[in-house]
């Protein structure tokens, strides 16, 4: 399967902003919805934005939704969540998995059986 490695979290006022990156081990991230997800402290894992590999179809949480844009570049092989005006609810470990797929309902499942990476973690607080 196709892995992938978060990077870009790290400690953040509320109002600032952070880009995260989720890059790909294989040329072929075209043909792959990928999803960024969250879980923060003592809360289930949830979905945050995913973005379909064929066309630009996406989706946002409400929580997140004009605040939160997802992109990729596919010669990169890299998927960016871009997270302006942080909250403190933000707070959590972001992950990013190809295993989903985007909804027009809308809303975007999370359908895989493996292991999550190891994430980055974003701190909003001062």
């Known amino acids: 399967q196709v892995q992938f490695v978060e990077s870009g979290g790290g400690l953040v006022q509320p109002g600032g902003s952070l880009k995260l990156s989720c890059v790909a081990s294989?040329?072929?991230?075209?043909?792959?919805?990928i999803g960024w997800f969250r879980q923060a402290p003592g809360k289930e894992r949830e979905v945050v934005s995913c973005?379909?590999?064929?066309?630009?179809?996406?989706y946002y949480v409400d929580s997140v939704k004009g605040r939160f844009a997802i992109s990729r570049n596919n010669a990169k092989k890299t998927v960016y969540l871009e997270m302006n005006n942080l909250k403190p609810e933000d707070t959590a470990v972001y992950y990013c998995a190809n295993e989903v797929v985007v909804l027009p309902t809308p809303d975007c499942h999370y359908y895989g059986m493996n292991s999550w990476g190891k994430g980055t973690a974003v701190t909003v607080g001062s």
């Open positions: 294989t040329f072929s991230l075209q043909h792959y919805a």
């Open positions: 973005i379909n590999g064929i066309d630009s179809t996406t």
